[in-house]
C-alpha cells in the first residue's frame, strides 16, 4: 500500500508541513516559546523538568524515577504523572532533545501533527477508499478543532495522535484476524494515558459492535470473536501494568474520582447552542475572544467537533444511503446524541467526575470516517438532500449568535466579532456547496486544496493571536529571567542554604518564597524549576492525603481552587518544617512567624530569614486527640490528631513525655535515614504525605505506617537508639511489573506463532 500510494503520502506530508510552517514558523522566526494553552506555563512545564531531572538521574544512578522532593510537600511522581508524561513516548522522545522545555515542545507537537495525519490516512486505508479522499479525511483529522484546541495540553495531544492507529488495529482484527497492531497500540495508549484510555475503552465497544455488523453477514461467530478481541485487548492493558497498577492505586484517593455535580440535564441552555455550532466553526476562534457561549464552566468551553466544514456537509448525506451501513451509522450517533444531550453519561465515560466534552476526539474521528465514505461515492450524492440539509446548516450559522444573544440577553454590539465569524464560516459554506453542487472534473482536487486553507486560516489565527500575547510578556528572555531569579545553576540555592548553618546538610526544611513577587506569579510549581522543598503546588493528580489536609485547613487552597495550593499559614509552616523565608521585604513574611533575618543581600538584594519556630521533619508526641476534634484553633505541631479506627493503637504506643527528633537525616532518590533517641516507647509524625508505598524500617525491622495530622506519616519509636530507613516504591509497582512481564510473554508468544503460521 504504501509503494502504490507514495506520491500521496509525500504530498500528505507537505501539505501537513505548509499548515504547520504557517501555525509555527512565526514562533521560529520571532524566537518566541510556544506557551499556547491554559497550563503549559504552570504545570506542563515544570513537570517536565523534574521528569528530566528524574530520568537523568535514573541514568546516571540508576535510581528510579519514583519519587519527587520538589513536588508540593514530596509526591508519588511516577505514579502521579503518569496523566501527564510518565508513560507518554514523546515525552522520552524529547530527552534526546538537548535544547530548553519550549523548543522541544515545538518539535513534539509538530511529530504528533505527523503521527496523527499518517495514523488516520493509514485507518481510512482500511475502508478502501480514494487516496485523496484518505488525504482530505486525515487533514480534517490532524487539524480538527479538538486538536488544536488541546495541542497546548501536551499528552493530550499524544493520545490524540495514537487514536486513528488503535481503531485501525482493531480494523486489523475485525478484517484480517491480525492482531499485533492493536496490541501493541492499545498498550501505547493506556501508557500515554489512563483517562483517556478510560474513555476510548468505552468507545471500543460502540466500534466494535458497529463494525462487526456492517463486515459480517450474521453475528453467529460474534461471541467467539468478542471473547478472542478482549483477550488481545487484556493482553495490551496488562503489558502496561507496571504504570498503570501504581496510578490505579493512586489516582482512587483523587477526590476529582466521582466528583458529579449536574443534573440530569445541562442547566444552561448555552451548552446546546455550543453543541449546535461546533461542528461548523472551530470553538478556539471564539472561545480566546468573548464567548457567547460562556456559562462560567471550563467543561463547557471545551466542546470540539469542528473537523472542517466539508465533514459537516456531507454528514447529513448517511440518510440517502439505503443499506446497513446507515442503519448502523445512525445507531452510534443516537449514542453520541445521548452523551451530548445529558451530562450523567458524559461524566460516566470520565471516570464519574465531572461531566466533560473531550470525549469528542471520538466523535470527530468517526465523522470523519463517515464523511470519507460519502466523499468517495460523491458522484452519486442525492444533490436535493444536500442542498437542503445545507441551507438549514447556513440558516443555523447566521442566526446562532443573534439568537443566543437574545437569550441570555447580550447586545448585538458587544458580539461583532462573532457575527463577523460566522458569518465568514456561512460564506465559505455556500462555497462548498457551489463547489460539490458543479462537480467539476477536478472535484477532489479542489475539495483538498479548500479543506488545506480553511484548516490552515483557523489555526493560523489563533496561533498568530496567542503569539502577540507572548511576544508582549513572555518571551524567552522573560522565561530566562524568571527560571533564574535565585539561582543560576541547578541546586546552587540548596547550596547556599545548606551552607547557612553547619546543621542544614543533615536536616529536611522547607523554604517559604512568596508567589507574587520571587516567582512574578509565574507558576506554584517553581520549587521543581529550583530543586527545592517548597509549600506551594498546582497539580490536580496532588497526592491523595492532601485531602485530608485541605479539609482540617481550607486556607491552603489558592485562587479558590481545589488544586492549588499555597500554605501561608504561620502556624502550619511550623508544622511543615519551614526553616527559611526568602523574600523582598519584611512585609512578605507570613504573619506571626518568629523570624530572623539572616541576610539582606542575598542575589544583591533579597532577604533570608529564619524561622526561629522551626519544627523537625520528625518529631514525638504525647498528646493525642480524635481528628474530629480539630478545630481552627489547635494546632497540628503539638497534638497528635488521628482516626478512631487507629486511636487506641497509637495511644497505647506512647509513654514518654519527652520530645525526641528525628536527627542525621540524609534524603535522596526515594530513600529517607535518620536517628531518633527515645527515654521511653512513643510516636513520631513525619510530615511527608502519607503514601502505602513508604515502607519502615527501625533498627532492620520493618514497621507498621499510620496516616495521622491530616494525610501525613506516623511511626512507632522505640526505647533508646532508633535506626530509621524509609524506602519508596509505589504501591501496585512489585505487581504490576510481574503482570507486565506476563502480558510481554503472551504478546511475545502471539506473534510468534502468528509468524510462524505465515
Known sequence: MIKHEKKYLILLFLICTIIMGCYFGQYIFNNLPLEYGTDIRPQWYLFYEEFRNLMTNFLENKSLPFYSWSTFLGTNFFASKSYYLMGDIFSYIGLLFKIDFFQTALILEILKFYVAAFGMYYLLSQYNLKAKVKMI???????????????????????????????????????????????TFTSLCLFTNFYFFFTISFFTVIYYIYRYYIINESFNKFLKDTLITIGYYLIGVSITMILTLPTIYYILGND??????????????????????????????????????????????????YSGLITALLLPLILTIKTKFRTATLG???????????????????????????WTFFLILFNIITSSI???????????????????????????IPVSALITNQSLQNLTYQIVLFTIYAITLLIYVLIISKKPKHLLNILLIFTSIELLIG????????????????????????????????????????????????????????????YWSYSHNMSMLYQLNGTMGYDSTYAPSINDLKALEPSIRDFESEWIFNIKDINLLNFLNVKYAIVTNESELPVGGNWRLLSNNFRYSFLIYRNDNYRDLGTTYSKIELIDNYSDSKSLSNTLYVNDNDFEDINALISSQETSILENIQYYDNQLTGYVYSDASSFMVITLPYDSGWKVKINGENVKTYKVNGGFIGIPIFEGDNQIEMYFTPQGFKEGAIISFIGILSFAAIIYLKVKKK
Open 256 to 305: 476529582r474520582l466521582g466528583a458529579f455535580k449536574e443534573g440530569l440535564v445541562f442547566k444552561d441552555i448555552q451548552v446546546y447552542l455550543h453543541e449546535l455550532v461546533s461542528i461548523f466553526v472551530p470553538n478556539y476562534l471564539y472561545i480566546y475572544n468573548t464567548n457567547v457561549f460562556e456559562t462560567n464552566f471550563h467543561y463547557s468551553r471545551e466542546i470540539c467537533m
Open 459 to 518: 489555526g493560523t489565527i489563533l496561533y498568530a493571536r496567542k503569539l502577540n500575547e507572548i511576544s508582549k510578556i513572555e518571551n524567552y528572555e522573560f522565561i530566562n529571567k524568571v527560571s533564574h531569579v535565585l539561582q543560576d545553576y541547578d541546586n546552587q540555592l540548596n547550596e547556599v542554604l545548606n551552607s547557612i548553618e553547619p546543621v542544614n546538610p543533615s536536616q529536611y526544611f522547607r523554604v517559604y518564597i512568596p508567589h507574587e513577587s520571587l
Open 374 to 400: 460519502i466523499l468517495d461515492k460523491i458522484s452519486e450524492i442525492n444533490l436535493k438532500i444536500f442542498k437542503l440539509s445545507s441551507t438549514i446548516s447556513f440558516i443555523i450559522l447566521i442566526s446562532i
Open 332 to 358: 452510534v450517533w443516537i449514542c453520541f446524541l445521548l452523551i451530548l444531550l445529558f451530562p450523567r453519561i458524559g461524566s460516566a465515560i470520565h471516570g464519574f467526575g465531572d461531566p466533560s466534552f473531550r
Open 137 to 183: 479525511g486525515a487533514i480534517c483529522y490532524t487539524f480538527s478543532g479538538w486538536a488544536i484546541f488541546f495541542s497546548g495540553q501536551l499528552v493530550f495531544l499524544s493520545f490524540y495522535a495514537f487514536v486513528p492507529l488503535y481503531f485501525a488495529g482493531l480494523e486489523n482484527i475485525l478484517q484480517k484476524k491480525k492482531p499485533i497492531l492493536y496490541i
